[in-house]
């Protein structure tokens, strides 16, 4: 079945160092979300992607869809303790309605 | 205030035990969606609805229902042949249009006694 992986599964930094979350399908993206849950929270959506090599920026936020639309990333420059919590990336096939999650990346930032 | 509700915020149940977890939205959206999520891991996709009275299993749908009376109502049933219910359930309901962002209700957690 269709898939999206995310890596790493947890990243550690200190406050100020940057971030990137990497997600990888085998096949082929119509397109692809972002969303942050915060810890104890439920998921907010950040972003969807859409074009080959597509890329998009909020702030301190940099987002990336392959060439392929088979990867994408989200880059975080700066990291503050407010960037804390899980971030997942959400990818849709074909004409299916329904989002593929990858497993989230946790980020934690130390002061 | 709009925006989706889900109740209640935590639920413990019995080995044995139906119970349901409600979704509501006021979005006036079309489709709406049941996650399962577990510590550490991702998002689940138990059961979807496009439109009212219709719904489709998502890739866990084992040991769960729902229904779709209404538009603004998902309800859904964890019955007691779900050997392992104890997750955070969150409900979510897309705004349809190019982006087709999820909106996600706080979720409900379910603990097993």
């Known amino acids: 079945g269709q898939q999206v992986m995310q890596i790493p599964q947890y990243q550690h930094v200190q406050e100020g160092e940057d971030f990137t979350t990497y997600c990888n399908s085998s096949?082929?993206?119509?397109?692809i979300q972002w969303y942050k849950q915060r810890p104890g929270g439920h998921p907010v959506f950040l972003i969807q992607l859409v074009k080959s090599g597509e890329v998009k920026k909020q702030k301190r936020l940099t987002f990336q869809f392959g060439e392929a639309k088979k990867n994408s990333s989200l880059h975080i420059t700066a990291t503050q303790t407010t960037d804390v919590g899980t971030y997942f990336c959400a990818g849709r096939f074909g004409g299916y309605n329904k989002l593929i999650f990858g497993a989230g990346t946790r980020l934690a930032v130390h002061p | 205030d709009g925006g989706i509700t889900q109740s209640p915020k935590y639920l413990f149940r019995k080995e044995g035990q139906n119970v349901t977890l409600s979704c509501e939205q006021n979005l006036n959206h079309d489709a709406m969606y049941w996650y399962r999520q577990d510590p550490g891991q991702g998002l689940r996709l138990i059961y979807y609805s496009q439109i009212v009275n219709d719904f489709q299993k998502g890739d866990i749908a084992e040991g769960y229902s729902v229904s779709r009376e209404k538009k603004e109502s998902f309800p859904l049933t964890v019955t007691s042949a779900q050997k392992n219910p104890t997750a955070f359930y969150l409900c979510a309901s897309i705004a349809p249009g190019a982006q087709e962002t999820q909106y996600f209700g706080p979720g409900t957690r379910l603990l097993v006694l």
């Open positions: 096949t082929t993206l119509s397109n």
